[in-house]
């Protein structure tokens, strides 16, 4: 069935580091790809999502591109802030919604 | 406007209890769900509602779980009787889905987190 991937964690960087987690995905159609956030104590919270090949999604400083030909979706950051520290599922859908299993990042002033 | 409510947030029984969630989605969702999180996973569903109506149980099982939606709103998601591996986190999710496929966007609640000893 469809899946994802996600780098291993838990990541950890300095304020104003650049963050890349990696995600690959493995689907039989033509899937819509997300990033998913949980801050400490919070409930998953929808971060971006792309519908489509080439589509860049992007909210609060974070990218991701869908790229069809390496079958990825990697989240980036360019400088990140210590209200980043959470942990980052990447997901799919075709028609059901699959998670990967998270990345934990710790960002320290 | 208020999100996705879960209660308990965190219960500790023994093995054998019986044990409930509840669940009350945000206003006008039509599609509810149940997912099971186990530590360092992510979630997998457990159990899909469209209104009342349960689409997709597949992963529920059903020899000890049940869950009831019963007039489309709110739900409950229960465990009888429990066993060690059931201690998780508990997630309910709702959406405003056209049709039986997921859109992907939905919305969580906190958890409940059960602890089995």
């Known amino acids: 069935g469809d899946s994802v991937t996600q780098m291993e964690g838990p990541v950890t960087l300095s304020e104003e580091a650049f963050l890349t987690i990696n995600c690959t995905y493995t689907?039989?159609?033509?899937?819509?790809l997300f990033w998913y956030v949980q801050y400490p104590g919070e409930g998953l919270q929808l971060l971006l999502k792309?519908?489509?090949?080439?589509d860049k999604g992007s909210n609060k400083g974070f990218e991701a591109t869908y790229r069809k030909e390496t079958t990825s979706f990697h989240l980036e950051k360019g400088s990140v802030q210590v209200s980043d520290s959470a942990v980052y599922f990447c997901?799919?859908?075709?028609?059901?919604?699959?998670f990967g299993a998270g990345t934990t990042v710790t960002v320290r002033a | 406007e208020a999100g996705v409510v879960q209660s308990p947030r965190y219960k500790i029984i023994e093995k054998k209890q019986p044990v409930a969630f509840w669940c009350n989605p945000i206003?006008?969702?039509?599609?509810l769900y149940w997912y099971l999180q186990n530590l360092g996973q992510g979630p997998e569903l457990l159990i899909r509602?469209?209104?009342?109506?349960?689409?997709?149980d597949s992963q529920l099982p059903k020899d000890r779980f049940s869950a009831e939606r019963l007039k489309g709103v709110d739900s409950t998601l229960k465990i009888q009787p429990a066993e060690l591996g059931d201690s998780a986190v508990y997630l309910c999710?709702?959406?405003?889905?056209?049709?039986?496929?997921?859109?992907?966007?939905?919305?969580f609640g906190e958890g409940s987190r059960l602890t089995v000893l």
């Open positions: 689907a039989t159609g033509y899937p819509s």
């Open positions: 997901a799919l859908t075709d028609y059901k919604l699959s």
């Open positions: 792309a519908t489509k090949a080439d």
């Open positions: 999710a709702s959406s405003l889905e056209i049709g039986r496929y997921d859109t992907g966007e939905l919305f």
């Open positions: 206003s006008g969702h039509n599609t």
């Open positions: 509602y469209e209104n009342e109506e349960a689409v997709d």
